[in-house]
């Protein structure tokens, strides 16, 4: 039944284009992108933390050598006693911290019950935009399975300023579309009711971003 | 295709109907300005460059749509290479029965569903039931919808026309009979309605295996699905269960990863008037070790070759499912979603309804009419679909076919709209805003007319408006 009906579908296709001309290129020639880069919105670290908070993310900006005390004291706020870690987070980031650690890969995943329980999860990014105020994760060996950062109530993401750049284009670019990636923009939220924002449904309530700045 | 409410009177009459009831008025009255206010913030935020993204956007879907069977190949070589497994579906009975056979296979019982127009319109959950197979809509206004019994009123907000103290009776008495029940001293404070569905929803998407969801894109170049979403359920759906079906129409496809840096930026901000929505997740077939590792791409045609054929109508294939044009539309306005009696409601439902269906009931040809051809609708759009002009295109359609409704009686519903002063005004006064975008020449047989002359102007103000500023000025 399927194999008929791609036929059907792809010749109701091409007879609904009968007015476009064959040698019409079917290919576009990429230098045709007539929009802006980024949008001059400020100095990029500023605006990020700008908008990070403006879509009630906490966010601390501290110098990349304070890592592990940023670290260790956001989980003590938050009152965590026990976390995810994907299985290639830097061993450093967390060597201030005495929080009992559940270790997650794909090789050897937690199933949903052990994700569940945990009071917060610390990734790291592979992007972060500026002038949207959000981070994107791929899934790599210090952002693990897509999962991790969804189940638990607490998301706690560190990001370099390398990571970070100005607009979506210049974010899209450095993104490889074959790994599953999330982005996030603040915790998750719904505006189902009267367009009001409420913020934490089914995502983590608290997204906490400590942003690694060298000039901190 | 089969997504007409049942039941439902053609626009005039619904419309008449729907103006008198004041309390749905006032909750859409209020929804609707709400986010019409946010998103034009974030619009103004990116200046110039908003009319060149537009621009951008439309050119792209254009290209696409002109040599759709092309990316619809190349998609479907993607997708194969990267895992999943790729159906084709020319209606709703075919897509329907694909579904149905490989939620069978997997010998579960219930799937959860990440919102999706695709699957509405072609009333899945129905056929789902029919099978046997319960389906749990789990973003929350789709959610209140299913629970109450209702019907969707809107593209983004299906419950737009429900104000929190419904939503609070929908709750207390519906949600124990589909699961968790709420709290018996639930309020209706938005945040613990929130709540309330997290904590409904919460073990159900613990332990579902089988989730459908639709895709705001699809990039034929890699075989990449988006949805771009604000909860977290999409995440949960298209994350923790073992298979994923995804039911996608055949014009979501846009050519290449990097057409992403336009409609990442157009969708939010024309959508939820954000500048990023909370969450969007990308997947490429299966990624080993992470996600549904059994990934089913459903690609649905249901009548949108039909538009496509149409050289004026096809331009309503471009949309991105924002729904920027109901929020501004002095219609939808007044009437909400369901007098619009199909799943598409507003300006875009008014031109995408009645090409998919055929105009082959008196609900599907009264559409058409339902719009005062203002022209806010096309100014909003985020990839520049000319409703107006399509509209007018499909009014001649409707007229040159036989037996057809008098065009007196379709107008009908105008005149419920806009039977008082403070509607016209309103219109008038979207009119002016939107008058720069004003054709100078009309479409079609009318085209005749404006040949040999111009448009007359849209004033920048109407005397309604000269005559209260005057008034106020004293």
């Known amino acids: ?216 | 295709m089969s997504a007409t409410f049942l039941g439902m009177p053609p626009f005039p009459e619904a419309a008449k109907r729907a103006v008198e009831d004041s309390r749905t008025r006032h909750n859409l009255h209020k929804a609707t300005h709400t986010i019409r206010a946010k998103r034009t913030r974030v619009v103004d935020e990116l200046g110039d460059d908003w009319q060149r993204l537009r621009a951008e956007g439309e050119r792209i879907k254009t290209h696409t749509l002109r040599h759709l069977d092309h990316y619809l190949e190349r998609l479907e070589e993607s997708v194969q290479r990267a895992g999943g497994t790729v159906h084709w579906a020319s209606d709703a009975a075919e897509a329907n029965a694909i579904i149905t056979r490989l939620i069978r296979r997997t010998g579960e019982t219930e799937v959860v569903k990440v919102k999706s127009m695709a699957t509405q319109e072609i009333e899945l959950n129905n056929a789902l039931e029919a099978a046997g197979i319960t389906a749990y809509e789990t973003d929350l206004a789709e959610l209140i919808v299913q629970l109450g019994e209702d019907l969707p009123s809107h593209i983004l907000v299906p419950a737009i026309h429900l104000g929190r103290a419904q939503i609070r009776e929908i709750f207390l008495q519906r949600m124990g009979e589909w699961g968790r029940p709420a709290p018996p001293d639930l309020t209706d404070d938005p945040h613990a309605l929130a709540e309330a569905s997290r904590v409904h929803l919460r073990e159900l998407f613990l332990r579902s295996k089988v989730a459908v969801s639709g895709a705001n894109f699809a990039v034929a170049d890699s075989g990449t699905l988006l949805v771009l979403e604000s909860e977290g359920n999409g995440r949960m759906c298209l994350t923790l269960p073992e298979t994923l079906i995804s039911v996608v129409g055949i014009e979501k496809i846009v050519p290449t990863w990097s057409d992403l840096e336009v409609f990442m930026q157009l969708l939010p901000r024309s959508s939820t008037g954000e500048r990023m929505n909370p969450y969007t997740s990308t997947w490429t077939g299966v990624t080993p070790g992470d996600g549904p590792q059994d990934f089913h791409l459903v690609l649905l045609d249901n009548g949108r070759t039909d538009v496509l054929a149409d050289t004026v109508g096809r331009q309503a294939l471009r949309c991105i499912r924002c729904s920027a044009c109901l929020n501004i539309c002095p219609v939808y306005e007044r009437v909400g979603g369901h007098a619009y009696g199909s799943v598409y409601p507003g300006p875009i439902g008014a031109i995408l309804t009645p090409q998919l269906q055929g105009m082959a009931s008196k609900v599907d040809e009264a559409l058409p009419y339902a719009s005062s051809l203002c022209g806010a609708c096309y100014e909003v759009c985020p990839v520049a679909i000319d409703i107006p002009e399509v509209l007018v295109h499909l009014r001649e359609k409707v007229a040159e076919s036989k037996g057809h409704v008098s065009e007196k009686a379709l107008m009908a519903g105008a005149e419920a709209v806009f039977g008082s002063a403070t509607a016209l005004d309103a219109v008038q006064r979207a009119a002016g805003l939107a008058r720069g975008v004003v054709p100078r020449h009309l479409p079609g047989p009318a085209g005749k007319w404006t040949d040999t002359r111009d448009l007359p102007d849209v004033p920048a103000r109407s005397f309604r408006q000269w005559w209260n500023e005057r008034e106020d000025g004293r």
């Open chain 1, 1 to 216: 039944m399927t194999n008929g009906s791609r036929e059907r579908v792809l010749a109701r296709v091409r007879a609904a284009l009968a007015d476009v001309p064959a040698d019409e290129p079917v290919e576009r020639r990429p230098s045709e992108r007539p929009y802006a880069e980024s949008h001059d919105a400020g100095p990029t670290l500023d605006v990020l933390v700008e908008r990070l908070v403006d879509y009630n993310a906490l966010v601390r900006r501290v110098a990349p050598d304070r890592v592990a005390d940023e670290v260790a004291a956001a989980l003590e706020r938050c009152g965590a006693r026990r976390i995810l870690v994907p299985a290639g987070l830097p061993e450093e980031w967390l060597s201030r911290t005495s929080v009992e650690r559940v270790v997650d890969s794909p090789e050897d995943p937690r199933d949903v019950a052990e994700l569940d329980s945990a009071d917060g999860v610390v990734t790291a990014c592979t992007v972060a935009v500026a002038e949207t105020g959000t981070i994107v994760l791929d899934g790599g060996p210090d952002q693990g399975r897509r999962a991790l950062s969804l189940v638990p109530d607490h998301h706690l993401c560190v990001v370099r300023a390398d990571q970070v750049v100005d607009s979506v284009p210049q974010a899209v670019r450095r993104l490889d579309p074959l790994r599953p990636l999330t982005w996030v923009s603040g915790p998750s939220a719904t505006v189902d009711i009267e367009m009001i924002r409420v913020a934490g449904v089914h995502g983590p309530r608290t997204l906490e971003v400590v942003l690694l700045d060298p000039d901190a």
